[in-house]
């Protein structure tokens, strides 16, 4: 079976947001700022102006007169007024008739900028974990401290303390696609046409920034060319929208790839101290230690620290825990979403360290996992109950793949598991309209495709389920926030999730309000017959042609409305004593086995097999998960690997460019198995679970137990380069 | 920009000579000038394609392979004859980039841009290959080693092309290091070639500053088509010794200097066995 954009995309038919294009568009180019930190002393635009080509150049002194009287003055302007956070900040914009032509106009700008100091790393803030009293700082933008039980107590009883101090590299999304998008003005309304995971959070996001009432933004998504968490905020809504203005023409704003490097919100390094008080195999108590680097982030921001940490101290039964963590601002560009946003990173160490803990002991590290991994009613640190949770039946496959891998594996071959979890629920809600005319089931959303299948393929999937019609038979129509209903967003793994239960709410009233007009009792079911979409009752079909009102048959089908807002979790308040932290809701395993070979000369890693088991809740659509799995493990083998943004003491990205930013190939991406566990329900349609961020979490932990096993020297640090591995096995 | 697309050797010469001096670039598979033009390093007034030139022979000799210097690598990796002939070579070329850049890249282009990362240019040297260079007067060749003045620089003159490169057959080897194994920049990479007749064995390294070079205090050591694991081993810490090893961000000097030993006995080893092939 082909999915139904697949055709269109091999052929480059479809429009995604690098393609958008209108009659006497303008080309935008941002003009950012040339230091990672700064005060901007004055902003000439008279030579870019003056440049061939250009219609308007705009700074933050033209917000004023752009912006409708009083709407100006936000919180956090488009152009900073003053202090310059990061390199490559904007700083002011320019649009002109061509491409070329607005960037040789943007690097004539004038900037006179007085350099302030800069804090590149975590290091230059907290050069080691900071002690009672000093984590006071304006360099940090969220503390966050929780603890459950008597965690002195229990490394006091402890036989034995394992402890362990990891890093993480900054990663980018890297989607084929740069952020692009095109706006116009067209009197008070905003409207932007954009490569966007969220239209609803673009045009919030938009509306604050400039200071406009949501209603008067207008967002319509485009196709969507890869989104990876990195689309799903507003970004370049608000300059292309400021240029339209200027310009009172459409006027086109696109990413360079370098500048997606550094402007595309993303995973920043962090630094993480793990330690384990043991009495046999149980763990007394943990403590999780986490700097995280936000970089330029705003206060009110940050998301991560808070949610991440518990991912630390994993699905693993503990007598006590404390999860402390500073998110520290640096000058590097604002923290954002990347695909499960900084679990890969959170389990990397948690999940080393737990290996650290089996192998000092002697234990084989899948039965410790079993022993004191999450089953459904234990309790998390922070007090809540664990829902239906896969893992113990995971682990279960995961042995059977092991003991298989074994046998047919040669000598040498390192395997490592590891374990992630994530929250998939559906608590971020959205709403969807059906449509049923006599030949279609249209699917009305703002939402776009992004790749993955959630969109084109699981909404379809459960209209199928809940109408009875095929596939061929429905479409989405892609629809914008001034005529569709609201939805949340493609991201979070929550898309199947909260909109699929959309559509199946409008599914079963659309049904209802059919069976009102057919008389009889038995369950209606829909059907194509010969292009006519037909209502079948008691075996009695009847065409939708002839059970349209008059008013209907002008506006084009009966039309239904579905919503689903889901419950979220709740923790225990006396256990949070700073800061914030987030429940779960839908709890959702991935156990992942990696199988690898490691040069000991070189240090060179090759993953020879890899195998993923994933708690699906239910599966609604076979090829589609089974596409997710394998591309989570292959971003996750990238993470593990090879990827890492590099940044030197003037926080200046030293790797902007595919060349040294090394995303896998085909050639580094192994034979992958998928497995699905089923039953243990989520909040989905049908029980199913989110399913495109779990599968990206085990990798780095997978690949890093899997060295470990097969060298027995361990590498705390991500990417696992041939250097690192060379040095942890003492090389040099 | 001008471009022009001569279809004779005749008229290229002349377009180079009649150019404005010094804004004509050559345009061969273009995968790194291409990048130059696109980031602004480069922005010559004329860019002189070679694409419809007949230069794309691959023609074996007694003792040699003669390649034009626009056949796509991907046309020589594809020969036949290559991987037995001149094992070292054939290793190379397939360790270059990913497959659609192989067809795109040429010997030339990769000569005449004498690139520090290009790992062609280890195993040429080690071949001692000679380079055909066309100009107006005719055809001269000049060992590869004298065509190579530095990074980004060589003995080509105003008016003159790369024609032809002739290969020699001799058991060889090339051995590489990256982070990531498909389509990187080498880390390192090394080169070793043995020719019987002489008894002697030629080692090149790249990776190294500023660009590819023989390491030939390290070759002094080796005698004979099979010298002894001792003698390998004191070549490979001669070679590590003697190199110019530069950090950067790809790798620190400690790591490029490990691999430089490391790669070097791995490659006179698979010379001297006559094993070829880089492990997977």
Known sequence: ????????????????????????????????????????????????RSAPGVVCAIGHAELAELLPSGRGATAHPAFPAAELRYRGEPIAAVAARSLAEARWAA????????????????????????????????????????????????????????????????????????????ARVDGETWHVQSSTQSPFGAREDTSAILGIPEEQVVVEASWVGGGFGGKGAGLLEPYALLLAA??????????????????????????????????????????????????????????????????????????????????????????????????????????????????????????????????????????????????????????????RWKKELPAGTGLGLAVGFWSTGTSAGGEVLLRLTPSELVVETVEAEIGSGSVIRGLVAVAEEVTGLPREAIRIGRTDTARGPYDAGVYGSRTLGALGNAVGDAGTKLLQELARRIPGRGELRLEVIGGSCVAVRNGSRVTVASLLTDSERATGGVLARG????????????????????????????????????DRETGQVRVLR????????????????????????????????????LWNASAELQNPGLLDYRVPTILEVPPIEVEVVEGFLGAGPGGA???GEPPVIPVPGAVANAVADATGARVRELPLTPERVARALKLL | MQLLAPTRAEEAIAALLDGPEGRVAVLAGGTDLLLDLDEGKSSPEVLLSLHRLPWRELTWEAERLEIGATLPLAQLEQDPELARRI??????????????????????????RASPVSDLIPILLALECEVGLLGSGGERSLPLEQFLLGPRRTALQRGELVRRVWVPALPSAFRWQRVRPANDVSQISVAVAFAPKEERWRIATAGVAPLARRAKAAEAILRGPSPGEEAIAAAGASAAEEAEVRQDRRATDAYRRHLLRTLVLRAIRAVATGVGGQPA
């Open chain 1, 1 to 48: 079976m082909i999915r139904s954009d697949a055709r269109l995309k091999a052929r480059g038919a479809l429009e995604f947001g690098v393609d958008l294009d209108a009659p006497g568009a303008l080309h935008g180019v941002l003009i950012r700022s040339p230091v990672a930190h700064g005060r901007l002393r004055r902003v000439d635009l008279d030579r870019v």
């Open chain 1, 107 to 182: 690097a004539r700008a004038h900037l006179e900028i007085e350099p302030l100091p800069i804090f590149a790393q975590i290091e230059d803030v907290f050069p080691d974990w900071p002690g009672a009293g000093e984590g006071e700082s304006e360099h940090v933008n969220a503390h966050v401290l929780a603890r459950q039980g008597d965690v002195e107590g229990a490394f006091a009883r402890a036989d034995r303390v394992v402890r362990g101090k990891y890093r993480t590299a900054g990663i980018v999304q890297m989607p084929l696609e740069p952020h692009a998008c095109l």
């Open chain 1, 246 to 403: 200027a310009a009172r023409r459409p006027v086109k704003l696109q990413l360079s790839y370098a500048e997606e490097f550094e402007l595309s919100r993303s995973t920043l390094p962090s630094i993480i101290w793990v330690e384990s008080a043991l009495a046999g195999d149980r763990i007394l108590g943990r403590r999780v230690r986490l700097l995280l680097d936000t970089g330029a982030s705003l206060p009110g921001r940050d998301f991560a620290t808070g949610y991440a940490i518990g991912f630390i101290a994993g699905p693993y039964r503990i007598g006590a825990v404390e999860l402390e963590g500073y998110a520290v601002k640096t000058n590097k560009p604002p923290f954002g979403p990347h695909r499960a946003p900084f679990a890969p990173q959170c389990v990397f160490a948690g999940e080393s360290h737990t290996d650290e803990i089996a192998r000092a002991a002697g234990w084989d590290p899948l039965e410790f996992r079993e022993r004191t991994g999450w089953r459904e009613g234990d309790e998390t640190p922070l007090g809540q109950k664990v829902g239906p949770f896969g893992l113990q039946e995971a682990l279960e496959r995961a042995r059977a793949i092991r003991e």
């Open chain 1, 563 to 598: 919503r689903h807002y889901g419950r979220g979790g709740e923790i225990l308040a006396e256990r949070v004593l700073t800061g914030g932290f987030y429940a779960y809701t839908d709890f959702t395993a991935a156990v992942h086995l990696a199988a690898v070979s490691v």
């Open chain 1, 610 to 645: 890899y195998a993923a088991i994933a708690d699906a809740g239910r599966v609604v659509d076979p090829p589609t998960y089974r596409a997710q799995v394998e591309g989570g493990v292959a971003m996750g083998l990238g993470e593990a690997l090879t990827e890492e943004t």
């Open chain 1, 689 to 691: 679970k989110g399913g």
């Open chain 2, 87 to 112: 094992p070292g070579l054939h290793e190379a070329v397939g360790a270059i980039g990913g497959v659609a850049l192989r067809h795109q890249a040429t010997l030339g282009g990769n000569l005449v």
